[in-house]
């Protein structure tokens, strides 16, 4: 993928979706440069794979074998773990957003990461106020108890509702092969 230019990403992405677009959500999910392959059977899993690698020879796809992981019952695929259980989210995330101290002048970052999830959390504009306010122009930067109670509700609330997202998804009962470009 060429790197610099500024629609390469979107392009690479476009390209992978009309090589596979047939198989989608069949036996292969892509994200960018990365796919997964899966079956519900160990062979079905290998005869998904086999199409999947004929279709990367046909179009000179390279793959770099060191970053493919083959026939793996669970892998990390964006974060989360997929597995013979279905998906979820990996623990060392939650970790890291549980023991997330109050911010100092972080605030753009934090409600960014927050707000990919906001469809899953009830009220998130109106819990996020006391921080939005903070980004606000002409606005001096005082985290107040407001802000405090916020930050710990949305920290909550995303814990919660990444938990709840993963155990809604099931992949259960399908073999899966890692693979990433």
Do not use: W
């Not at 108890?145 to 992949?171: D, M, N, V």
């Amino acid at each position: 993928m060429s790197f610099g230019l500024c629609n390469s990403p979107v392009s690479f992405q476009r390209y992978m979706m009309s090589i596979f677009s047939d198989l989608l959500e069949e036996c292969i999910e892509i994200f960018m440069d990365d796919f997964t392959v899966y079956g519900d059977s160990f062979d079905a899993c290998l005869h998904h794979l086999d199409i999947i690698l004929e279709r990367c020879r046909s179009k000179s796809l390279v793959l770099n074998y060191e970053k493919c992981q083959f026939i793996v019952t669970e892998g990390i695929v964006l974060g989360h773990i997929v597995s013979e259980k279905g998906i979820q989210v990996d623990p060392a995330k939650v970790d890291v957003i549980a023991k997330l101290p109050y911010p100092t002048k972080e605030i753009r970052g934090f409600l960014g990461h927050a707000g990919f999830y906001r469809r899953f959390i009830k009220d998130f504009a109106r819990i996020a106020q006391p921080l939005t306010r903070l980004l606000q122009n002409e606005v001096d930067f005082n985290f107040d108890e407001a802000c405090k109670e916020a930050f710990q509700l949305l920290k909550q609330k995303l814990i919660t509702a990444l938990i709840r997202l993963i155990s809604c998804i099931g992949l259960r009962g399908k073999s899966h092969v890692f693979v990433k470009r």
